[in-house]
């Protein structure tokens, strides 16, 4: 039993309460930006396809009679 206790004390855990508030600033700023970062994620998929699912019948030819981005493409 003692060594367990010695083993837990040895562990790099902050020591002082500074640096136990510093981990646990680093710790929530650092879940705030995950969390925003994984909302913008999903809000740009759920976005992408309702406008797919939004589609006409016209955007399948609106380019059609565009000849200036073939000539382009071609490096003509």
């Not at 010695?6 to 995950?34: C, D, M, Q, R, Y």
Request: hydrophobic share 35%.
């Amino acid at each position: 039993m003692a060594s367990a206790l010695n083993t837990l004390n040895t562990l790099p855990f902050p020591e002082g309460e500074e640096e136990s508030t510093l981990v646990k600033t680093i710790g929530w700023v650092s879940a705030g930006l995950g969390a925003v970062a994984l909302g913008l994620f999903i809000g740009r998929e759920l976005r992408q396809r309702y406008k797919f699912n939004r589609r006409t019948p016209y955007d399948f030819y609106s380019h059609s009679g565009d000849e200036q981005d073939v000539d382009f493409g071609l490096g003509v």
